[in-house]
């Protein structure tokens, strides 16, 4: 697919959907590209609907909601990016602030709540009714399907008027880990990777596997080899299918010139677009294992 009008966002599952209007709406203010993906995540982040990002997200097997996120902004090459944040809505912003305001670029656990609080954010009780719910269920025994299959990150790519490439994702990582578990969304070249010569990918799906193959950094590396998005995503599902990995991973991808694309192992997921002429829900295209 191709857009020959800039802005275009990409973002993962049906909520990306709303992170896409708020970046838009930002973006049509006059607002900074960074702005519009932090803010465009955070709507995600603060819903407490959606229980795999922010506030709400299913928790860890010892009932704690540990969060993951990072942001990369592709004109200065920079990430920023945390793992294991306890207590605070909105970890992509955190993200943003170790980007912005340290020489790091991955601050963990106790160490990012720290470095959260010190720089203005509030400490919050990420355990919805809802999520405490499905725990209780699960610790219960009485979950039916396995909780390292209930998931979901958002991942957002934007292609700006001025053809830069911003990245961001966020999520609470698989439902029940261990605690401590890290997946692959803070991991730069994982979860995301932006190169703003050639375009940018994001994941979803089973973390382990993406952080095996350098996911988003491998399809971005095809792409820079000249493989449209949509080769460059299934090129990295198979490389990992060749290897017997076939655990649930989907990406999404854009190039410099406007293509986008997504793909997914087996099952489709559902990714939003939006630009001038459309702003859509679709399908990603299955690579069978
Ligand atoms: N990739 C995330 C993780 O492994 C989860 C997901 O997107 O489904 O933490």
């Not at 979901?152 to 053809?163: A, N, Q, V």
Request: proline share 3%; with cysteine.
């Amino acid at each position: 697919m191709k857009s020959s009008n800039f802005p275009l966002i990409i973002s993962t599952w049906d909520f990306g959907m709303k992170a896409n209007r708020v970046t838009w709406k930002i973006l049509m203010s006059g607002g900074s590209s960074l702005d519009a993906v932090e803010k465009g995540i955070n709507a995600v982040e603060k819903d407490p609907d959606v229980t795999s990002v922010g506030y709400g997200g299913i928790p860890n097997a010892e009932g704690y909601t540990e969060l993951d996120a990072a942001i990369m902004s592709g004109p200065e090459h920079k990430a920023g990016a945390v793992a294991g944040l306890r207590e605070i809505a909105t970890p992509i912003s955190v993200a943003r602030k170790v980007m912005e305001k340290t020489n790091s670029i991955l601050l963990v656990g106790e160490g990012a709540f720290e470095f959260a609080l010190r720089n203005g954010f509030k400490r919050v009780d990420l355990l919805t009714g809802k999520a405490r719910q499905k725990w209780l269920k699960w610790k219960r025994g009485k979950t039916a399907k396995k909780m390292d299959e209930s998931h979901d990150t958002i991942g957002l790519l934007l292609l700006d008027s001025k053809r830069n490439i911003y990245a961001g994702c966020s999520t609470s990582g698989l439902a029940m880990k261990i605690p401590g578990r890290v997946g692959d969304s803070p991991i730069i070249g994982a979860g995301l990777y932006v190169d703003n010569e050639i375009g940018a990918a994001a994941s979803t799906g089973f973390g382990e596997q993406t952080m095996m193959f350098c996911g988003s950094f491998l399809v971005v590396e095809n792409m820079r080899r000249g493989m449209s998005p949509q080769r460059a995503c299934e090129e990295v599902l198979r490389r990992m299918v060749s290897k017997g990995k076939e655990k649930w991973v989907g990406f999404i991808a854009l190039n410099k010139e406007g293509e986008y694309a997504a793909s997914s192992l087996k099952k489709e997921f559902p990714y939003a677009i939006y630009c001038k002429e459309e702003q859509i829900i679709q399908k990603s295209k299955i690579v069978k294992g």
